[in-house]
Structures are given as C-alpha cells and as structure tokens.
C-alpha cells in the first residue's frame, strides 16, 4: 500500500537550515505530483510547496527564495531544503501525494525554529 514517511525535522535556530525527507512506497513516485505542507498548533495545515512529474515547482508565497523542493525518483523520494529559517516556520511538516483518487499524507515530522 501507498507509504509516505518523512524524516529531518529538528530544533534548529533562526536562520538555520535544514533538509527533510519523504520516503515513499507502495507506488509509481515518478509519475505522481508530490506536495509539502504544514501546520502549526491551533492553525489550519497550509501548503508549502509542490513538484510535478515533469519537476516544475510551486511554493507559497511565505517560503518563496527560501525553500527548495525537489525529488531522486531513483530513490522514490522528496526533498524540502530550507534555509533562513523563521520561528514561523515551526510547525509539523507532512508529506502528501494524489494517488488512484486518492489522497495520502504521512505522520508528518517536526521543525522546531527557536533561540
């Protein structure tokens, strides 16, 4: 069945950067459009970023120049690289893909940016 499982969130200080990862399973990863989102406690889960099948990229406005998304379909895998990190980019981080109508996410891993 389809898995997705993040890895790389941590406590780092503003400014810092950081990498995450989303291993997946159980399906075509090359084929699909993969997306990174977050939410911070008592806040509604926000997109962060999204990259096709073909690699053409989106990201929201708030982490624009910032964060880097990108894939190694020779590992089935999706990458978040941010830098310049903000406290208000503390939040829980979740991988999520369309797959077969059907959405998944994973157990999403934390970022914690704190002094």
């Known amino acids: 069945q389809v898995q997705l499982v993040e890895s790389g969130g941590d406590l780092v200080q503003p400014g810092g950067s950081l990498r995450l990862s989303c291993a997946a399973s159980?399906?075509?990863?090359?084929?699909?459009?993969m997306r990174w989102y977050r939410q911070a406690p008592g806040q509604p889960r926000e997109f962060v970023a999204s990259?096709?099948?073909?690699?053409?990229?989106n990201y929201a406005d708030s982490v624009k120049g910032r964060f880097t998304i990108s894939r190694d379909n020779s590992k089935d895998t999706l990458y978040l690289d941010m830098k310049n990190l903000l406290p208000r980019d503390s939040a829980t981080y979740y991988c999520?893909?369309?797959?077969?109508?059907?959405?998944?996410w994973g157990q999403g891993t934390q970022v914690t940016v704190s002094s």
């Open positions: 159980g399906f075509s990863f090359s084929i699909y459009d």
């Open positions: 990259i096709s099948e073909t690699n053409r990229t």
């Open positions: 999520y893909s369309f797959v077969t109508r059907t959405e998944y």
